[in-house]
């Protein structure tokens, strides 16, 4: 499999990395199932899927190269401004849907009275929520930075990210790229071993973290691309997206943890990336890795308010390992298709709209540039 780069006519193209698409969706479902395990099954040792917290790192890294592949060439014609609109319409409308599903979850939860202990700060909680301003209250539940939705500690680092590229990044050349990207690598590695994992980021404990692995991660995605690295070969969606979840099944262990997080953040994802920006996408899953991709990221924001409903039920009902798994089950399918149905009947009709009315005056060449790389009609960026 040569690694190839790619020049002047091919990047002229502007082709759509298609499988990416797809491997985001096997990432998306891949963190559903590892959060119902957390709670069916709490010893890690025990879980089929243990380091399915690195799909975070995956959607990082995949997140820096999605972003200069899309701006890199354009962000100047179209300023700060309409960047940071753009991304606001990409992201910010899902924040405020999963907000909402969890103050709902929240206050009528039939399994839980938690609800009452923080009655009168529940609505700061859904406010500096749709704002994705860090809150960590409530410590029944782990101290996530943001109770209602707990996954938004990713997209505000994600928010962070963005503007750090639009200001810095984007006016950086490669060698400094480097350096940083050095810089981020030893960082994490004192973050993995300090923590024991790269499970970090999402609390009040460890928010720390969280800054750290998106740091590396879309640094090297951007570099993944700024390289031209693209590894051609004959592989396809199957393949590779069997080489993802190998990295989520692979087995916890204390000794290892640490180190294996390390290799497959710094060394691994960004090789999967090139990997699979070079493959080779069969018709046949062209409409797989669409639909993979355009569920993604709603489901990723809108499924952990029912984690914490199945906790719940858990924890008052106690039912053993054959219900749980049923349940398991059904739940991740009823997840897939709800994400769906936000997106379509929901997402997509916010987004359009905010388009016509934030970027109405926008010159017509400057309204065909802002088209975010895309496979079909959704973005894969996150």
Not at 128 to 157: D, G, K, Q
């Amino acid at each position: 499999m040569p690694l190839t780069k790619v020049t002047g006519p091919t990047l002229n193209t502007r082709p759509h990395f298609a499988i990416l698409d797809g491997l985001r969706g096997i990432a998306a479902i891949a963190v559903v199932i590892y959060h119902f395990m957390e709670i069916a099954v709490p010893d890690y040792h025990q879980s089929f899927i243990a380091h399915a917290h690195l799909a975070v790192d995956f959607f990082f890294c995949l997140s820096g190269f999605v972003i200069a592949y899309a701006y890199d060439h354009k962000l100047k014609q179209l300023g700060l401004a309409l960047f940071m609109k753009l991304r606001l319409i990409r992201l910010h409308p899902l924040v405020i849907i999963g907000s909402v599903i969890g103050l709902l979850v929240f206050v009528y939860d039939p399994f839980s009275n938690l609800y009452q202990a923080y009655a009168d700060r529940t609505p700061l909680m859904f406010i500096t929520s749709c704002l994705m301003i860090p809150y960590p209250l409530v410590h029944e539940r782990y101290f996530n930075l943001f109770h209602l939705n707990p996954p938004t500690w990713s997209l505000f680092w994600e928010y962070i990210a963005n503007m750090v590229y639009a200001l810095v990044l984007i006016r950086l050349r490669n060698k400094a790229m480097w350096a940083l990207v050095g810089i981020a690598a030893v960082a994490i590695c004192y973050e993995s071993f300090h923590a024991g994992s790269l499970a970090v980021g999402w609390g009040g404990d460890n928010i720390v973290g969280g800054g750290i692995r998106v740091a590396y991660s879309f640094l090297a995605g951007i570099l993944v691309y700024r390289s031209n690295w693209v590894i051609k070969s004959r592989l396809g969606f199957l393949s590779i997206g069997l080489f993802l979840i190998a990295v989520f099944v692979i087995p916890f262990s204390e000794k290892t943890n640490a180190v294996v997080d390390i290799l497959l953040v710094l060394f691994y994802f960004p090789f999967l990336i090139a990997l699979g920006a070079g493959a080779q996408l069969k018709k046949r899953f062209s409409k797989i890795c669409k639909w993979s991709g355009e569920i993604s990221y709603p489901l990723y924001v809108i499924h952990y308010p029912f984690i914490w409903l199945f906790m719940s039920y858990v924890e008052q009902t106690k039912p053993n390992m054959q219900q749980m798994s049923g349940m398991i089950i059904f739940g991740v399918l009823a997840l897939i298709t709800l994400a769906y149905g936000i997106l379509v009947f929901v997402d997509i009709p916010i987004r359009n709209y905010l388009k016509k009315v934030w970027i109405k005056d926008s010159p017509r060449k400057t309204e065909k540039s802002v088209v975010v790389f895309s496979v079909g009609r959704e973005p894969i960026d996150s």
